[in-house]
């Protein structure tokens, strides 16, 4: 007999990702059970979350999210085929940080628990956010400040929930149906509370 470990969802940790890049510098948060040779697409969060300025430091079992000094990239463009789950959660933290972003390979995003790409344009759109979607892509163009007090639709889908929640770091905003997360995250509350946020 033999104990194995297995790894943590790496989509999970995009949301985590989104709070470090929208936080102060100095902002760490540590997550357990993810490798660094991970055979998940969304590993490469740790990629793409580099030019939002933060840093996946490795350990055994473990990574620490680290938000640096390093200057963010103005202009994220990204091909996401292998990994659109995350496409949400990157696009939601390039508003919240004022980037532009060109996201493509999004065309299943069309057929989930809803259409992510036009829920995305919507929800954004209340905010302030300048963009447009195909069938396939996102282009979210560069915003300088966004609305608060508004209300995020969530379509019954887990993942906008939790994709527009770090945006309250910036602005307050409300969240509607916030429960469906317990879809598939039902601790994703009470986690974000260990990170100090507060759930009205």
């Known amino acids: 007999p033999k104990t194995l470990v297995v790894e943590s969802d790496w989509s999970s940790a995009s949301?985590?990702?989104?709070?470090?890049?929208?936080?102060?510098?100095?902002?760490?948060?540590?997550?357990?059970?993810?490798?660094?040779?991970?055979?998940?697409?969304?590993?490469?969060?740790?990629?793409?979350?580099?030019?939002?300025?933060?840093?996946?430091h490795f350990d055994v079992g473990k990574i620490?999210?680290?938000?640096?000094?390093?200057?963010?990239?103005?202009?994220?463009?990204?091909?996401?085929?292998?990994?659109?789950?995350?496409a949400q959660t990157i696009a939601v933290t390039a508003f919240g940080l004022g980037i532009e972003c060109q996201l493509t390979g999004l065309h299943t995003l069309k057929i989930k628990e809803t259409d992510r790409l036009e829920a995305l344009k919507k929800e954004l759109s209340k905010l302030g956010a300048v963009i447009s979607v195909t069938n396939d892509s996102l282009h979210l163009h560069p915003s300088k400040s966004f609305l608060s007090n508004q209300i995020v639709a969530t379509y019954n889908d887990h993942r906008m929930a939790m994709a527009f929640a770090p945006l309250a770091l910036k602005k307050n905003i409300n969240i509607e149906n916030a429960e469906v997360v317990s879809k598939s995250y039902p601790n994703f509350w009470n986690d974000l509370k260990k990170v100090g946020f507060e759930i009205l």
């Open 15 to 56: 949301y985590f990702y989104s709070i470090v890049a929208l936080s102060k510098v100095g902002t760490q948060i540590e997550l357990s059970s993810y490798k660094e040779n991970s055979l998940q697409g969304d590993a490469i969060l740790a990629t793409i979350y580099q030019q939002m300025g933060v840093e996946t």
């Open 64 to 86: 620490t999210l680290v938000k640096n000094q390093n200057p963010i990239k103005q202009n994220i463009k990204l091909y996401l085929n292998s990994a659109p789950d995350i």
